[in-house]
């Protein structure tokens, strides 16, 4: 992932569900298909230190499991300039 997300997993980011019957579906492009609420969804990048626009940042839970000091540094830098 770059630091911003294809408009075609917008609905799954935003869990735009909705019931049909008994069952529940979200709409992937011109499909219909039913939604399981077990169902993760994961997005990995290779940048050492991506910045999300907000936009796409209040859609998804950012972790980062690769800290490098220089990463670290960027990272405080950020918190302390705001």
Do not use: C
Request: aromatic content about 8%.
């Amino acid at each position: 992932v770059q630091e911003e997300t294809d408009p075609a997993v917008e609905p799954v980011l935003l869990r735009q569900t909705f019931k049909k019957g008994s069952a529940i579906m979200i709409r992937l492009g011109e499909s219909t298909i039913e939604w399981a609420k077990s169902f993760k969804f994961y997005l990995t990048t290779k940048l050492r230190n991506p910045h999300y626009l907000p936009e796409v940042a209040v859609k998804v839970t950012l972790l980062n499991f690769m800290i490098t000091q220089v990463g670290l540094q960027d990272q405080l830098l950020d918190i302390v300039a705001e």
